[in-house]
């Protein structure tokens, strides 16, 4: 289920500047040159060892983790307004996910267009709307995947850190929580969905 948000966006006049008077074999880059604003899932880029910068830089990577298709804006230092749908998939313990909303610029009078240039981001909370035992497990599997992770960075540690309690806690109540979500009544299909997500979470054979 998607989260409508509504953006009201002004492109900095310098960067419209820049595109006029750029040149490219000898012709304006200007009519060639795209502003998109592109949301990413913080949560799935996080999964993969990316930081925002990084997954920006090459569109194929980044559309991996998009919460919706791309918006083309007008090349226009004037206002303008636009409408986003977010699906982020990653969502916390609390039911929100991290969100980055970008202003990217592509150039289509290169050659390579796997590549786009940061403007600017902001980020927003999208809090989780009511949806079927999928929604909750495929979150559970990506938080329990983070908590092994955590539980083994901190085993390595010496002395043991204080937090490696917190962790193995935290993760005890979560398990609690999918058990009992997966002996419901009805839920025969559900492990084998759990144990696929927790497999694409963790990048590991369950």
Not at 25 to 41: E, K
Not at 94 to 99: D, I, K, Q, T, Y
Not at 155 to 171: D, F, H, N
Request: charged share 20%.
């Amino acid at each position: 289920m998607a989260n409508d948000v509504g953006l009201l966006c002004r492109l900095p006049k310098s960067l419209v500047k820049e595109r006029k008077q750029e040149m490219w074999a000898g012709r304006p880059r200007y009519g060639q040159s795209a502003v998109y604003v592109v949301t990413l899932d913080i949560g799935s880029l996080r999964s993969r060892g990316l930081d925002l910068e990084q997954a920006v830089s090459c569109k194929m990577v980044s559309s991996e983790c998009q919460c919706g298709p791309p918006l083309l804006l007008s090349m226009t230092s004037r206002m303008q307004r636009a409408q986003l749908q977010l699906q982020p998939k990653i969502f916390n313990a609390l039911g929100v996910a991290e969100v980055a909303i970008c202003l990217v610029v592509m150039d289509h009078s290169v050659m390579s267009k796997d590549s786009w240039r940061l403007v600017g981001y902001m980020l927003v909370g999208v809090r989780q709307k009511k949806g079927g035992p999928e929604t909750f497990l495929a979150s559970a599997a990506q938080l329990i995947a983070e908590l092994t992770s955590w539980e083994d960075r901190l085993a390595m540690e010496a002395p043991p850190s204080p937090a490696s309690e917190l962790v193995r806690e935290a993760k005890g109540e979560m398990l609690r929580l999918i058990t009992e979500q997966l002996s419901k009544p009805g839920s025969s299909q559900s492990l084998a969905f759990f144990k696929g997500e927790l497999q694409k979470a963790s990048g590991s054979k369950v």
